[in-house]
């Protein structure tokens, strides 16, 4: 959530401020601006609404500089409006960005307008300009100004400031927020991300928590949380700017849907034998660590959490190791019984998701055999923070609704539920064919996107309705709840998901034949069961929607109501394979409601505050 790009150079910097804004617009906001040093000023263009808007304002009134910062806003504190747009100013002299939450912002604010500093938004962030501005008022310059305010902020954040005063210097400053600066020729950048800035560099420096960063068009500076100078490696990207682009598609999530086959394949790559997961793939000595393990604790939010409760029932079932699969943001928060030799693993698409990434810090305190992460992102805190990593190369997801981070998670936790149960004596022909299985994944994933045309047709009876049901059982229960997920967040239809041999116990109440009900059939031993709950449905009359394995498709008759079949490819596969039909039907009938598919209401990409 939220965007910063900043930029100083020999040239006018306006145009990639706000090619990399629109670069960022992935990550959710609501009101974008910039703000440049100008004839010994700083000058401000800010305005709600898209990045689009910002450039209709720029038209009508332009301004240029060589140097400036650029933002767009997710809302926290003070509501959207032109207003509470960022940058703030303090005057015309000093303008700051800022992504994250300031904690004691409401004590920082009394004080400084005792002092006579005008406050005109609701926003924390304003806070954050003045104080600066207070130190610079003080004799400080803007590197120190900043540094003195940065230890005075309690909470997570990313900033990029500049001054009127200092012509060419932008300052930046990360604390439980991610910041990158780019490297080019003869100028430099800071951004919130590498993408914004892919299409002028490739070469990137990422800051580390504490640090703080001038950059002119020179050269750059770097000073740790300590206030010592620093050196971090420089790191080339290997993506480029074609990456983050739709292409032929439509929207980003349908075309990330569509990249699950080879972003599968990708994570697989490099870690898979003939018959057996190759070594050290969480890294060096880590499968002397994983003799170890005698418990599993997976910590993560949102659609990640779904993904560690798959892996939930299949470590217990393949490895028989008991685990435990929490909210970050309730994990947090409580005072955890760790058991012996226990491994903690997180998991985050951006590994910068801010609940995660504070309950890793909590459990590196709480007595763990080890860290693991399972991330997309290799540069990122929850990486770095981590004793053992494993990178599910899904590549970057553009689209707010999780797809290819999803079902690449999913692998990354078999490869680790299979190492588990190796090193535990498992049956070693289960093992040899689970690996083989995982070999066959990527084609079976192209061939469940061949129900895209039939969900296509299907999602049209989903289009007047405010309500459904999503059920499973076993580990496509959590399969379930992702579906259930998807179709509320883009599509904002109210869809709930359910154990199927619960629905007897309340939600069978809510149904009749406004109600939809997608059901998930996988051929396992809970079939017949699964089979009896829909029976219950069909009584009551539901409108029934049937995902099944194509094994099994035939035990399902016209009067369960509409059947798709797809090859999942076995148990162990399935709720992989599964997961495709359900993000199909959430994109498709999100289409047909004329919602923003790829920027739903209220939701960002990179959830990075509390």
Known sequence: MCGIVAMTASRDVTGVLVAGLKALEYRGYDSAGVALQADGRVERRRIMGKVAALESLLEAQPVDGHCGIAHTRWATHGVPSDRNAHPMLSGERVGLVHNGIIENHEALRAELAAEGREFTSETDTEVMVHLVAHYLDAGHDLFEAVRNAVERLHGAFAIAVVAADEPGVVVGARRGSPMVLGLGDGEHYLASDIYPLLTETKRFVYLEE???????????????????????????????????????????????????????????????????????????????????????????????????????????????????????????????????????????????????????????????????????????????????????????????????????????????????????????????????????????????????????????????????????????????????????????????????????????????????????????????????????VQARGGQLYVIADRKVAANFHERHGHIMSVDTGGPFLAPVVMTVPLQLLAYHVAVIRGTDVDQPRNLAKSVTVE
């Open 210 to 536: 504490g640090d703080i960063v001038a950059i002119d068009k020179d050269g750059y500076r770097i000073v740790d949380e300590n206030g010592d100078a620093a050196e971090r490696p420089v790191k080339v990207a290997e993506m480029n700017a074609d990456a983050v682009q739709r292409g032929e598609y439509d929207h980003y999530m349908l075309k990330e849907i569509h990249e699950q086959p080879r972003a599968v394949a990708e994570t697989l790559e490099g870690r898979l034998g003939v018959n057996r997961i190759l070594p050290n793939i969480f890294g060096v000595g880590a499968e002397a660590m994983l003799e170890e393990v005698r418990n599993v604790h997976i910590v993560a939010c949102g659609t990640a959490y779904h993904a560690g409760l798959v892996a939930r029932y299949q470590i217990e079932e393949t490895a028989g190791i008991p685990c435990q699969v929490e909210v970050a943001s309730e994990y947090r928060y409580r005072s955890p019984v760790v058991p012996d030799d226990c491994l903690y693993v997180t998991i985050s698409q951006s590994g910068e998701t801010a609940d995660t990434l504070a309950a890793l810090r909590h459990a590196k305190q709480a007595g763990y055999l080890a860290t693991m992460a399972i991330c997309n992102v290799p540069e990122s805190s929850i990486v770095r923070e981590s004793e053992l990593v494993l990178m599910t190369r899904a590549g970057p997801e553009i689209g707010v609704a999780s797809t290819k981070a999803f079902t690449t998670q999913l692998v990354a936790l078999q490869l680790l539920l299979l190492e588990l149960g190796r090193i535990r004596g498992m049956d070693p022909a289960v093992y040899e064919s689970a690996v083989d299985d995982l070999h066959r994944l990527p084609d079976l994933l192209n061939r469940a996107l061949d129900l895209d045309e039939e969900i296509r047709e299907l999602s049209a009876h989903f289009v007047n309705k405010q309500n459904a049901l999503f059920l499973g059982r076993g580990g496509h229960y959590p399969i379930a709840m992702e579906g259930a997920l998807k179709l509320k967040e883009i599509s904002y239809i109210h869809a709930e998901a359910y154990a199927a041999g619960e629905l007897k116990h309340g939600p069978l109440a809510l149904v009749d034949r406004d109600m939809p009900v997608v059901a998930v059939a996988p051929n396992d031993a809970l079939l017949q069961k699964l089979i009896s709950n829909i029976e219950e």
